[in-house]
């Protein structure tokens, strides 16, 4: 959806691009998502972030999140 403006779902063109999506559970400003380069450390795990944005179809529903700097949370 995000690089065709187009809904895999329904085939609607009316995307709502780039939304964000706000972390109640942490009342922080925005999801993020979160990879480990040493995840059996009990400490410096070497956690990596990135924000999740959201394309939304306006007619569906649909939804699909994106890591806004996939190459931040690269493991190797």
């Known amino acids: 959806m995000k690089r ?3 809904c895999p779902k329904c085939g609607s063109r009316n995307v ?3 939304a964000k999506v706000p972390n109640t559970a942490t ?9 480990f380069r ?3 450390a009990v ?3 070497g ?5 999740v ?7 569906c529903g649909y939804v699909e999140f ?7 949370i690269r493991t190797t």
Do not use: H
């Open 4 to 6: 065709t403006n187009q």
């Open 16 to 18: 709502i691009a780039d």
């Open 27 to 35: 009342m922080a400003d925005k999801l993020t998502i979160a990879t």
């Open 38 to 40: 040493n995840p059996d």
């Open 43 to 45: 400490l410096f795990t």
């Open 47 to 51: 956690e990596q972030r990135t924000t």
């Open 53 to 59: 944005s959201a394309w939304v179809c306006a007619d």
């Open 66 to 72: 994106y890591a806004d700097s996939p190459g931040s």
